[in-house]
């Protein structure tokens, strides 16, 4: 009898040729999932408010470039889309959190949280869109699971990401046959936004204040950025041609508890 080999599988989730404009790409799940990325075989676009930073990421790879973006300029958006051209993936990270309940918001804290969160999600996306239209592209947004349930003192946090799931849907509808649009919604992530978080607001007791987010979490630990950018990159592959629409928690059971 005679047995036939079957021949070894490409490696899954290949991003090859593909074009990808990452938002608040210099740092935590935004430098993770400009590295994933490239990794997968995409040409990166490590877009930052902070271009030094963006720059140094940059130059680790031979197919990635830095752009400076504020994502609440749309000069600045302008200007890096006349760097850009063909685009096949928009990654909306870039965002800001805020600690408060709904009477110690001040108006200008809220009005910058959704600048910064939501505005700046419509912003990218809309002038971005003819060049993901033109590639039948995909977007993946990162949201949180502030969007998914109430979290005390997050009043204005949880309103913008509440906002980029509506978002999501609404673009995912709108544009069923020309594109893809998906959000990720991450637990508490071990990244520099949450030391920063740490610093600004527990820094007399940072360390009682990090068993606490690992311990909201059932698995008892904080994420990855690498977790992430591997959903990321899941999300902008072939093998995920048929999700669209969809809201994907990433929180170690948070949102199951």
Known sequence: MSMT???ATAEAFRLDNKRALVTGGASGIGEATCRELARAGAHIFVADINLERAKLLAAEYADARAIALDVTSQDSIHAAGTQIGQLD?????????HVGNVMNTEPAEFNRLIEVNVKSVYLVTRAFLPQLLATRGSIVNIGSVAGLVGIKQRFA???SKGAIDAMT????VEYAKELRVNCICPGTVE???VEGYLEKYHAHEKEKVRTELRARQPMGRL???????SLV????SAEADFMTGSIVSIDGGWTAA
Request: proline residues 6%.
């Open 5 to 7: 080999t079957e021949p």
């Open 157 to 159: 946090y949880c309103t």
């Open 89 to 97: 993936i928009l990654v909306n990270n870039a965002g800001i959190g």
């Open 191 to 193: 990244t520099p936004f």
């Open 169 to 172: 849907r609404q673009l995912a």
């Open 233 to 236: 990159r899941y999300l902008c």
């Open 223 to 229: 994420g990855t950025a690498e977790e992430v950018a």
